[in-house]
């Protein structure tokens, strides 16, 4: 069962690049989420859609930019990469809104930026 | 802003002691999910509690929601090395087009054999 998949597992960028981060779960949930995790800060939510054509933001949405096409994907889109954005980011997703049901996540995509 | 204070936020203890890691926070919340994390690997969630005092047990593992659903514990009895790992509680805050996980700081749990 592949759940949630995130690409890449890694990446480096320099100051000012541009990269997408994907991910994609075959679940038919609807709702998704983006998470980032720094060390000794738990995480954070970026951005989150309840169903495709719909996002919103979340706690630290700067800097980031999302699209939700389709029921399976929700790239998260880093615009102009600062150091700030070194993080582990992870994307969940969940059949219904937060309560009863767990979140699934991927296994996070680890970015450095120098 | 809401947020979740988790104690202690490294420990490291022999096989077989037992633990308790603590979650708390000023604001309530509908309820609480209290995820395991391994290296290189997402959150995995472990139990969901909903009701002010309630305890759940999973095994070794026994969760605790505070009365006043602000607060939660969770004591592990008797550790493996399998448990070891990062713990996180995550408070579900209600509200917008979806509720919302706040997460706690983490926990770092290490059973030495």
């Known amino acids: ?114 | 802003t809401q947020l979740l204070e988790q104690s202690p936020q490294f420990l490291s203890i022999q096989e077989g002691e037992n633990l308790t890691v603590y979650c708390n926070s000023s604001s309530v919340f509908s309820s609480l999910q209290w995820y395991r994390q391994e290296p290189g690997e997402g959150p995995v969630l472990l139990v969901t509690v909903v009701t002010g005092g309630e305890v759940k047990k999973l095994k070794r593992l026994t969760f605790q929601f505070g009365d006043a659903r602000k607060d939660s514990s969770l004591h592990i009895t008797a550790a493996q090395t399998g448990d070891t790992g990062l713990y996180l509680c995550a408070g579900v805050s209600k509200g917008g087009a979806t509720n919302k996980l706040i997460f706690g700081t983490g926990t770092l749990l290490a059973v030495q054999p």
Not at chain 1, 23 to 38: A, E, I, K, L
Not at chain 1, 53 to 75: A, L, M, Q, W
Not at chain 1, 95 to 110: A, I, L, N, S
């Open chain 1, 1 to 114: 069962n592949a759940g949630v998949t995130q690409t890449p597992k890694f990446r480096i960028l320099k100051i000012g690049q541009s990269m997408t981060l994907q991910c994609t779960q075959d679940m038919n949930h609807n709702y998704m989420y983006w998470y980032r995790q720094d060390p000794g800060m738990g995480l954070k939510l970026i951005y989150y859609s309840v169903g495709a054509g719909i996002t919103d933001k979340g706690e630290v949405p700067n800097g980031y930019n999302v699209s939700r096409s389709t029921t399976e994907d929700f790239p998260l889109r880093l615009e102009l990469a600062a150091p700030s954005q070194t993080s582990v980011y992870f994307c969940a997703s969940s059949q219904w809104t937060p309560g009863g049901q767990p979140q699934h996540f991927g296994d996070g995509t680890r970015l450095s930026i120098l």
